[in-house]
């Protein structure tokens, strides 16, 4: 036989990959006994008031801190979740911890402000995101307005038409729909067009690499924004310099770590407690 008819393959060691794959096996082997022992926490990142300086919401955020792997960040094992379809199973804890917190402030009579989550792209293909919401919102005897839904582009255009519908769900039965990452993609104008939002999220990037140019890009959505009676928020503000041209260029909200870090809800409580609060949700501390 000719010897160059056999192919011959090799790989070459590398460390990166052999890590990724540990975290991967990792992620999928104890992320059952992590919800179930409750080490999945939510962190929640203060929103600003641009105008005011008010705190006006939070964002929540997951973290997984395992008894083995010590505090796991978001971007180490959602990916691995996303890649193997079982997000929905950490948005069901998320959503349902965001609304055990809500609950215990309002018993506690603690001021409540809005927190907004994001639903991954797996999370429409495998539940139906409108109906777990609104189980624990039932449950636990709240109101819609107090939750904010994050959906980014790249979801949208996972399946635009099943989407669509449950946006609709979602703003008819009183939730706010959020536009995260604005400006990330190539079509975040035809997004806009085609979908109805409450509120558009500014891409951080922006922020990272702020410069003249991005302020010229920045006020311009915000006056789009404003045009279409959408609401603004701008996400990774660092600096007094950012803040004060978001405030300038009418930016509404504001969220960084400027004003704070994603913190434990224990941390966040002492905020609700010390900071003034926008009272948009008064009605609903009872």
Known sequence: ?????????????????L???????????????????HEIEVYYQPQVDARTGKLCGAEGLARWN????????PGKFIPVLEAANLTYKLDICIIR?????????????TPIVPVSFNFSRTDFETCN????????????????KMFRVEITESTLMSDPAKIKEQMTLFRKAGYEVLMDDFGSA???????RDFDFDEIKIDMGFMRNFSD??????????????????????EGVETAEQLSFLQQAGCERIQGYY????????????????????????????
């Open 19 to 37: 890590e990724k794959e540990r975290t991967r096996s990792f992620v999928l082997l104890n992320i059952g006994d992590a919800l179930k022992n």
């Open 129 to 144: 995101p409108y109906e777990e919401l609104q189980k624990a919102v039932k449950e636990y005897n709240l109101e819609p």
């Open 213 to 234: 140019k991005s302020k010229k890009i920045i006020r311009p959505m915000i006056m789009l924004a404003q045009s279409l009676d959408v609401h603004t928020l701008t």
């Open 66 to 73: 395992s008894p083995k792997a010590g505090l796991m960040m």
């Open 186 to 192: 190539y079509s975040s104008l035809a997004t806009l």
């Open 97 to 109: 911890q965001i609304a055990r917190d809500f609950r215990k402030c309002i018993e506690e009579g």
């Open 1 to 17: 036989m000719d010897r160059h008819s056999y192919m011959s393959f090799y790989n070459i060691f590398d460390k990166n990959l």
């Open 259 to 286: 004003f704070s870090k994603p913190i434990p809800y224990s941390e966040f409580v002492q905020k609700l407690k010390t900071m003034d609060c926008c009272d948009d949700l008064k009605d609903c501390e009872k």
